[in-house]
């Protein structure tokens, strides 16, 4: 029987692809091996590196990083090179999956998902209400599948509480984006890394998260001072010029306490502030309590040296400031992120080039989903609380304004809180590993027990999520299908099919489409027929908009441009065709004669000092710090950090792990960084098998002893799936964004056999 997934015009039928050749890190295939190159945009980070393609019968058989690319310029991290080995992983999903009558998952057909799909989604909706059923999704699919999805859910299935990993990882950075300039708007161009003359890094390994950037920053020909602010000596504290290992959690008043040596000695830009700001004054009066002494006793940082940095951001002409997890991730994160961005408008560092107060995002799609996931702001960064907002998307989409909410979702943890109060009684997880990756892991896997039904969509049906789901739908992945990301820097890059799908699999937006029509709602959704068709709905979306990219013509456009960062009106594109073909400047490299792409050009915001607030002016916004939620004490005597290991791991390594070659970068099993006077006191070897244990949780990881990490500090990589059984879920009370980074662990001795760490 036929079946409307067999007539989805892209759906491919075709048996599982194996990979033609085995191309490894660095094996680029010769020219006769291939018959075509396409640039596509990485889908791991959020830097957006280019990379060329090698096609063969229109299948890729390897690939390579793009030359004359704007962001990478011929640069690749170990992802970006084995970035097709993980589609080709026997573990891909190839059908959908169905938990039978004895609990174990089987293969159905698509029709029989989509019926029960519908049924048992429709049927806890009509017992419990519309709100009983949420989503969770992700800052890792195209933008123009977030919108169908944030679009489906909310206006065609009446969903009202959907989020995103995206609030793992940027929500902070969008709320102080927005308090402050009336806009989640980063402001910076990836050229800022090479114009600055001072750049400070806060809670940011880039070289290990964004190793191209970090590349970027070692072109920069003015001899830059670069400071790292990070508990831990990272591969960036080694690569810096100075670094501040303050003690986790004491930004806050470590960032006060500058802002006040920079008033104290006349370091600011008077002008600048009273020209583009409000609130300094009420400013000056609240740091005056942040003497220095106090900030040493808190930061562990000496009085000489805030003096010496104060100089250093005071003197400076180009200070860019960045940030990424180290500040995002944390309870009193939204302020901290906005002590930074007070730093920049004070001194008069923002809107030129090399300056800036800079969130670095994280995932490859982070900033789509940021406007176009419709979870915490109607789509293109409006307000669902706002009448006049609901019914211009209502107008722009042809659809009645009442299906649109006039509230606002519930946060990730609230979702998880829902599940506990029997609120939330279906749940669909679009494109994140949760059950690894959320925090107090413990308590969210019970939680998914009390579901009456759970829906996982991935590309793996592996995953540590997809063990739980009563019903699971084979995704095709990057690479398998088109549409765009937009990376940190604003910049829309094009994600292009150069692959065939395994078996069954369905894009994510064939798979949403498929779904509105079971579910009955497809005809509100008639004009989305192909994701090119989408990005001209979302244009229309932004028109007007701060994000307005309404002068993009279409795809052909970002791929003949090699990006183009929003904003981008109707207006920029006719100033820009002056520009096609514009000369590159002395210090790149690029050579524009040879370049496959025809607009040159990096754009910065406010470079005219307006903000996007009703003013024009930008806000400081301050508030007393708060003691660390769970900190260290007799019986938990070791603050534990979190982050990112190495340049080949991905997250829950669902895909990096697949890659053999990645493999061999990163120690196998799972390792706790730990000072060597601590190890000497606990007696605990190099490799040693010790145990780490919170109050949720136990953990069992091998001794990795290192200078690099602080007394009375821990810190193991969120790879591996155990970690998140020790974090303490503390949030943000802004942006609701998880506090990974500190916890209180106890650490001891398991036995005294050393074993290799891989
Ligand atoms: N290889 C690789 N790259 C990635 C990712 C990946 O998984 N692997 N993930 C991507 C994503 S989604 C993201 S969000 C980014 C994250 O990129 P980063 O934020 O750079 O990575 P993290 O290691 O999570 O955290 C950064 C640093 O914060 C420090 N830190 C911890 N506590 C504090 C504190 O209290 N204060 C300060 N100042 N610093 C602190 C940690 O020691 C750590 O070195 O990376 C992106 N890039
Ligand atoms: N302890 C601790 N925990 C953390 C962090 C930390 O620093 N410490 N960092 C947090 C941060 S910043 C982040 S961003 C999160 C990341 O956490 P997750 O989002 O859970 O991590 P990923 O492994 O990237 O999960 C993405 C999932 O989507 C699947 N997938 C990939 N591509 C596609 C696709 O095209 N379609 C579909 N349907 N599925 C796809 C992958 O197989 C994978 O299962 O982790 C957070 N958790
Ligand atoms: S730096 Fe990020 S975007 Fe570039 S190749 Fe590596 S993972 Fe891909
Ligand atoms: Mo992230």
Redesign the pocket.
Known sequence: MSTVADNLSTTPTEAFVEQPQNFGLGDVPSPAQYDNTTNVVC?YCSTGCGLNVHLKNSQAIGLSPTQDYPVNLGMACPKGWEALTPLYSNDRATKPLLRNANGKLEAVDWDMAMQVFTLRLKAIQDKNGKDSVAWLG????VTEEMAYLGALAKFGMGIVHGDS??R??MATSAVAYKQSFGFDAPPYTYKDFEESDVLIFIGSNLCIAHPILWQRVLRNPHQPEIVVIDPRKTETAMGATQHYAIQPKSDLTFLYGIAKLLIENGWIDPSYISEHTNAYEAFVAFVQPFSSQMVAAASGISAERLLQLARLIGEGKRVSFWWT?GVN?GHESTRTAQAIINLALMTGNMGRPGTGANSVT??CN?MGSRLFSNTSNLLGGRDFLNAADREQVARILHLDPALIPDQNSWTYDQIVSGIENDKIKGLWI?????S????HQNDFNKLLQKLDFLVV????HT?E?AQHADLF?P????GE?EGTFINSERRFGLVKRVSKSPGEALS?FNIFKLIGHYWGCAHLFSHWTSPERVFQILKELSRGQPCDFSGIEDYRAIDEAGGIQWPFTESSKFEVQSLKFEEASAQDNLKPQTSNFKLRQERRLFEDGKFFHTDGKARFIFEQPRPMPEPPCQQFPFVLM???GTSAQ??????TGKSEILRRLYPANIYVELNPADAERLQIGPNDRVQISSRRGRVEAYAFITYTIQSGQAFIP?HYPA??RL?FPAFDPYSRQ?S??ACAVDISRLDRKPKPRS
Do not use: E, F
């Not at 995704?475 to 990057?478: G, H, K, S, Y």
């Not at 991905?650 to 895909?655: D, F, K, N, S, V």
């Open positions: 889908g992700t800052g890792q699919i990993n995206t793992q990882c997890m991730q994280g995932q982070a679009i494109a994140t590993n949760s690894h990756s959320w925090i969509q991935d590309i793996y995953t999520t739908l995704a095709a992945a990057w299908k994510d979190t982050g990112r991905w997250h829950t390594q669902t895909r969120m970690v998140n974090t998880p990974y980074k």
